[in-house]
């Protein structure tokens, strides 16, 4: 049966005692009793890898990453706290994944857990990378439309551009962000703001999600994965960028 790389982490990060699977964003966390060891990131925020983040004991970063960066990195956010980053398509070896991971595991792990191990797992390698979409979910054929037909729509608009945010499109007026998208567990979504009081009536409708870090500011988040009123989402869009436009910008659409 065919393994791709998500399989194999799987397989060598629940080989440790009590070691368990946790979600996160879609992808899974790895921790024992409460405590994380390991975090696959698939192209986080778009930069084009696919890792493992592992909470590794003092010095190994340094000591990796450095000595042999085509196969470690320091990871964002975590890694001023030593975590280290592991590549999982660029060629490093999967005994020696297995032993990073399990050192990470040992470093959060109670010692009753890891008094008397045994040997580090020695799995088969895996045979397949990942699903496209799994790598990048924009990429769907769905998705790629709808992002043509967003474009469209926005190049009507004065003084626009396209920019990535967070690994996603996003789209400004001058220099503020009206407009952005994304897809994550196959639903594709747009982000734009409304305002609070549009807000509160939109939420009423299952399609329409406040945004967790946004929404306090009158953001509201769409489901566009099944069905698309282009006409709904083109006066969305208009709203947005009018509050966030400039006066001279403004002049120019309604010219």
């Not at 986080?44 to 004991?57: I, M, Y």
């Not at 503020?176 to 998208?181: E, P, Q």
Request: proline share 7%; hydrophobic share 40%.
């Amino acid at each position: 049966m065919a393994k791709n790389i998500v399989d194999a982490v799987r397989e060598v990060c629940l080989s440790f005692p009590e070691a368990e699977e946790r979600p996160g964003r879609g992808l899974p966390d790895y921790r024992v009793r409460d405590k994380t060891f390991a975090t696959l990131a698939v192209n986080h925020h778009g930069d084009g890898r696919l890792a493992l983040w592992l909470n590794s004991p003092p010095g190994a970063q340094q000591l990796h990453a450095s000595g042999e960066p085509d196969l470690y990195f320091v990871p964002q956010y975590v890694g001023p706290r030593g975590w280290l980053g592991v590549h999982l398509d660029r060629g490093n070896d999967w005994r020696t994944i297995a032993v990073r991971v399990r050192e990470a595991y040992e470093k959060v792990a109670p010692k009753a857990l890891t008094h008397d191990m045994g040997e580090t797992i020695a799995i088969e390698p895996p045979t397949e990378t990942i699903d496209p979409e799994d790598f990048d979910p924009l990429v769907a054929a769905s998705a790629q439309a709808t992002l043509a037909r967003v474009r469209e729509l926005v190049a009507k608009l004065p003084e626009t551009s396209e920019a990535a945010q967070f690994g996603n499109p996003a789209w400004k007026a001058g220099r503020k962000t009206f407009l952005s998208a994304h897809r994550r567990r196959k639903r594709m979504k747009l982000e734009l703001w409304v305002g609070p009081d549009l807000q509160a009536t939109l939420a009423e409708d299952r399609r329409f999600v406040i945004p967790r870090y946004i929404g306090h500011r009158g953001w509201i988040e769409l489901d566009v994965e099944d069905r698309i009123d282009w006409e709904e989402v083109t006066g969305l869009v208009l709203g947005s960028y009018r509050h966030f436009a400039l006066k001279r910008m403004l002049k120019v659409l309604d010219s």
